[in-house]
Each structure stands twice: as structure tokens, then as C-alpha cells.
């Protein structure tokens, strides 16, 4: 994984369909994503449950680009190597997600993982210079975890501009998870994020049967956000 600040496209497989999500990701693929976003739920970190690294390993093979798995999960350390294991290339963990994220971080890099650190939208940036050296990624979430379709929080925008300022030239990605549309791209893209994950807007009106929507709806969101 080579590092560069254009805007990726990552849809989340939250919005796709669980019985197919082999198909779901080739299907994606081939109509225009740039990374595959997968989101692990616990049930206990936040209010829903989606699976593990079983599912993981099995989705693996059929990702060509970027397997980018954001844990919302507590505890973390004892699944990181599991993950890893399943083929993960970035591996996102929550700084809410317990006392101890910088050890969480070295152990995600020590896996052979790129380490991604996740913001809920009420944490504010205050920890970051001491972990900015350690992560690859960081994740702002525009909606509280656990759900897709929700509608994005617009305060993170100046939460996200002065993230931007904090990297300076560092090789950290921003990305941004939740209520991802045309219309809240170009407000990230502004602010400094490449990465914008989308579930429900690159899904919708699509299936395998019929991607074309799949690639309209992503073609919408690369435009919007220039
Ligand atoms: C929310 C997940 C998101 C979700 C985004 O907890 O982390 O990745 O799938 O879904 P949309 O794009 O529908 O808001
Ligand atoms: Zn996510």
C-alpha cells in the first residue's frame, strides 16, 4: 500500500448483502471502489452486532484492493492478531475503546497491520499529538457508531480541519465514516479527508444482479468531492 492524499472511495459492506458479500465486493470493485471498508461490531462497544475474523478470512480473497477493517469492538488486544491473520491491511481500533490505545496501536503495527485510530463524534483531538506517530489512519466518525444510514453530524467538519493542520506532512490518512452522500463529500474533501467510506449511498438502488447503480452512486460521491 503505497500512501497518497487523492480521494478514495471505500464502501462499507454494512449496506451490502450479507448472504453475498463475495459477490457484493467483486461487484463494488468492479464499478469504481478504492478500498473495501469492513465493520466489525461487538454488541458491547456499540449497540449492534455484525461478525468476526472468520468472516473476514472468508471475504479476504475476494478483495483486489484494500481490506480496511474498522474494529468496534472492547476489548481489542486479545482479537488484533486474529485480524491480522484474516488478511487485514488496516486494522482501525477506537480511542474510546479502552485505557490503553497506545498499546493497542503498537500491537495492530507489531501484527503487520496499518494501524487506524477512530474518533466518536464527542472526542475531541486532545490526545492525538501523543499518538500521531504511531497510526496510519485516522478515522473521524460523522455518525455515532453502530448503524448505517444514519444521518452525518456537521460538527466534525472543523474537527476534521484541524486534524489536517495537527498531520502536517506526516503520511496519515483522514478518513471519514458516516452519512457519507454527495452533498457531505465535498465538505470533507475541503476540510482535508481522502477517504470517504459510504454504506448506504454507493448501495443503494444497486445489486449483484444489477451493479451499474453500485458505480453511478460512487462516480456521484468522486465528483461531488472533486
Ligand atoms: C457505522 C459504520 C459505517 C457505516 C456507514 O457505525 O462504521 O461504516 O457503514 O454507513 P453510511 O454510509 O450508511 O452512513
Ligand atoms: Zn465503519
Not at 2 to 28: H, M, T, W, Y
Request: hydrophobic share 45%; charged share 20%; aromatic share 6%.
Amino acid at each position: 500500500m503505497s500512501f497518497d492524499r487523492s480521494i478514495k472511495i471505500a464502501p462499507s459492506i454494512l449496506s451490502a448483502d450479507f448472504a453475498n458479500f463475495g459477490q457484493e465486493i467483486q461487484a463494488v470493485e468492479a464499478q469504481g471502489a478504492d478500498w473495501i471498508h469492513v465493520d466489525v461490531m461487538d454488541g458491547h462497544f456499540v449497540p449492534n452486532l455484525t461478525f468476526g475474523p472468520a468472516t473476514c478470512a472468508a471475504i479476504r480473497p475476494h478483495i483486489k484492493t484494500v481490506m480496511d477493517v474498522h474494529l468496534m469492538i472492547a476489548p481489542v488486544d486479545p482479537y488484533i492478531q486474529a485480524f491480522a491473520d484474516a488478511g487485514a491491511d488496516i486494522l482501525t481500533a477506537h480511542l474510546e475503546a479502552g485505557p490503553h490505545i497506545h498499546r493497542t496501536l503498537q500491537a495492530i503495527r507489531a501484527a503487520g497491520c496499518k494501524a487506524g485510530l477512530a474518533l466518536n463524534p464527542g472526542t475531541g483531538l486532545d490526545d492525538l499529538p501523543y499518538l500521531l506517530d504511531m497510526v496510519d489512519l485516522i478515522c473521524v466518525m460523522t455518525v455515532n457508531p453502530g448503524f448505517g444510514g444514519q444521518k452525518f453530524i456537521h460538527s466534525q467538519v472543523d474537527k476534521v480541519k484541524r486534524l489536517r493542520e495537527m498531520i502536517g506532512d506526516r503520511p496519515i490518512h483522514i478518513e471519514i465514516d458516516g452519512g457519507i452522500t454527495p452533498d457531505t463529500a465535498p465538505l470533507m474533501a475541503q476540510a482535508g479527508a481522502d477517504v470517504l467510506v459510504a454504506g448506504s449511498a454507493v448501495f443503494k438502488g444497486g445489486s449483484v444482479t444489477n451493479p451499474t447503480p453500485y458505480g453511478e452512486n460512487i462516480r456521484a460521491i468522486r465528483i461531488a468531492a472533486g
